[in-house]
Structures are given as structure tokens and as C-alpha cells.
């Protein structure tokens, strides 16, 4: 399959480029920071931001991107599933 922009650079406007499944965890961070996190079922999703505040986004809605720049997933307060990191 050819890219048509094959020596664009990414930025943080544009779409993701790839996908990873997120088991939420209190103690391991991501193996990498997400550019965004798609939950495709929806509910409480406790994170841990890049710069380190911990926050809870309560009744977050099904199939939704957020452009949230998080380390990681915390289990404990966390009723969202089908967790996803974009990059």
C-alpha cells in the first residue's frame, strides 16, 4: 500500500498512528504515552497524566477520543473497558 505523505511529520493535531489495548494497572505505567485514549465502552477512566496529576474523568461516554496525554491507567476508579492508547 503506497502513503501519499510518507515524509510528513506527525503532529499532535493530526490523526493517530497507531493503536495499543490498555489493561489498566495501579502500578505499571504504559509502555508508552498516549497522543489520545479511546474507550469503547464507556464510564469512570482514572489515569495518571504525563506531567503526573492524577485525575479522574467520571461517566465518560462510549466509542469517545479523548486527547489526553497519559503515562497511565489506574485500575482502582477505573469502570471504563475496551480501553485503547492512540499514538
Not at 490498555?22 to 489515569?47: E, H, K, M, N, W
Not at 474523568?57 to 477505573?78: D, E, H, N, Q, Y
Given at each position: 500500500?503506497?502513503?501519499?505523505?510518507?515524509?510528513?511529520?506527525?503532529?499532535?493535531?493530526?490523526?493517530?498512528?497507531?493503536?495499543?489495548a490498555?489493561?489498566?494497572?495501579?502500578?505499571?505505567?504504559?509502555?508508552?504515552?498516549?497522543?489520545?485514549?479511546?474507550?469503547?465502552?464507556?464510564?469512570?477512566?482514572?489515569?495518571i497524566?504525563?506531567?503526573?496529576?492524577?485525575?479522574?474523568?467520571?461517566?465518560?461516554?462510549?466509542?469517545?477520543?479523548?486527547?489526553?496525554?497519559?503515562?497511565?491507567?489506574?485500575?482502582?476508579?477505573?469502570?471504563?473497558?475496551?480501553?485503547r492508547?492512540l499514538v
Open positions: 500500500m503506497s502513503d501519499p505523505f510518507p515524509y510528513t511529520a506527525t503532529g499532535m493535531s493530526g490523526p493517530a498512528i497507531d493503536a495499543f490498555i489493561t489498566p494497572d495501579d502500578a505499571i505505567d504504559l509502555a508508552q504515552i498516549t497522543r489520545a485514549l479511546y474507550s469503547g465502552a464507556g464510564g469512570d477512566l482514572a489515569v497524566m504525563q506531567g503526573g496529576g492524577a485525575v479522574t474523568f467520571k461517566a465518560v461516554p462510549a466509542g469517545v477520543i479523548l486527547p489526553l496525554r497519559v503515562k497511565r491507567v489506574m485500575s482502582t476508579g477505573t469502570t471504563a473497558l475496551d480501553l492508547g
